[in-house]
């Protein structure tokens, strides 16, 4: 059971750049999300997909896309990079409706824009 | 507005001791609160779970405790260790919107 990976786990892009940030679980969790996190202001939702074929934003959508690919990957696509995207990015899984509803979270990817 | 907060960003205790971090919320009604620890460069990992309906949880080492009317979680790590120290973040579901919304986090530095 390797949980939730993503790839890749750095990456440094200049400005107007795209790139996409892959994420997949295989703990057959229904829900998926991404979120970023910055210095001093905790993790922050982008976008969350409660199950497969649905996805919704989060607080800080802006500047992001997600498709959710089937119900292992959620991927997370900036299309034209910022350097106000510089941060570290999470994706996490949880299986909504039972008792815990605890979420599952990736190694991260450290994103630098320059 | 609606807010999420920790009580400071860094903590430090002697080992032995008790460590007490506080979340604050405004304008939330959660169905529950969860609490997460985060070491340096890794994603948080999932530590306990407490309802709005439940005051208090234990889990070995750790307490949490819930005030809807004072809408304050607390988080108690008794007989700390070095190997305690780590971020903290308190994590509120909220029925509203069906996702999560973190805390800053408390960095929590037990000192030997």
């Known amino acids: 059971n390797a949980g939730v990976t993503q790839t890749p786990k750095f990456q440094v892009l200049k400005t107007g750049q795209s790139m996409t940030l892959q994420c997949a679980q295989d703990?057959?969790?229904?829900?998926m999300y991404w979120y970023r996190q910055d210095p001093g202001m905790g993790l922050r939702l982008i976008y969350y997909?409660?199950?497969?074929?649905?996805?919704d934003k989060g607080e800080v959508p802006n500047g992001y896309n997600v498709s959710r690919l089937n119900k292992r990957e959620f991927s997370l696509r900036l299309e034209s990079a910022a350097p106000s995207q510089t941060s570290v990015y999470f994706c996490?899984?949880?299986?909504?409706?039972?008792?815990?509803?605890?979420?599952?979270f990736g190694p991260g990817t450290r994103l630098t824009v320059l | 507005s609606q807010k999420i907060e920790q009580n400071s960003e860094a903590l430090n205790i002697q080992e032995g001791k008790t460590a007490t971090l506080t979340c604050n919320y405004t304008n939330y009604s959660p169905a529950y609160l969860q609490w997460y620890r985060q070491d340096p460069g890794r994603g948080p990992v999932f530590l306990l779970l407490i309802r709005e309906n439940e005051k208090e949880k234990r889990k070995e080492r750790l307490k949490v405790t819930f005030d809807t009317t004072l809408k304050q979680s607390l988080f108690h790590i008794t007989a700390s260790q070095p190997a305690d120290s780590a971020t903290y973040l308190c994590?509120?579901?909220?029925?509203?919107?069906?996702?999560?919304?973190f805390g800053p986090g408390t960095r929590l530095s037990v000192l030997p």
């Open positions: 703990m057959n969790h229904n829900s």
């Open positions: 996490a899984s949880s299986e909504m409706g039972l008792d815990y509803n605890e979420q599952f």
């Open positions: 997909s409660a199950s497969e074929g649905t996805t």
């Open positions: 994590a509120l579901f909220h029925n509203y919107g069906q996702n999560f919304v």
